[in-house]
């Protein structure tokens, strides 16, 4: 059984970002395609939410490695799946 999935607002905030990166340097069709396979990548959470690794810093918030740029960070909660950052893998963890 599938859990909801909710965004932060920091979340859709860096999700307006990168589509709109991506659709000012590459075109609106490749745009669509990321956001399809974000979407395809947002079901997978969804559907086995356990399946992706806990982070050893912060307990309850799991990762996504979506591409080799970002990642979905995201908490699993009673009633909903909380997606809270799609951030990019080289920017420095220490200001997460």
Do not use: W
Not at 34 to 51: F, G, V
Not at 58 to 72: A, D, E, H, N, P
């Amino acid at each position: 059984m599938s859990l909801p999935i909710r965004y932060s607002l920091r979340a859709r905030h860096e999700l307006l970002d990168i589509l709109d990166y991506i659709d000012q340097n590459f075109g609106r069709k490749k745009t669509k395609e990321i956001y399809q396979r974000l979407e395809r990548a947002i079901d997978l959470i969804s559907e086995a939410p356990e399946m992706y690794p806990e982070s050893k810093k912060r307990k309850g918030l799991r990762r996504y490695v979506f591409s080799k740029q970002t990642s979905i960070y995201y908490r699993v909660n009673s009633d909903c799946i909380e997606i809270v950052s799609l951030r990019p893998n080289r920017k420095d963890p220490k200001n997460f």
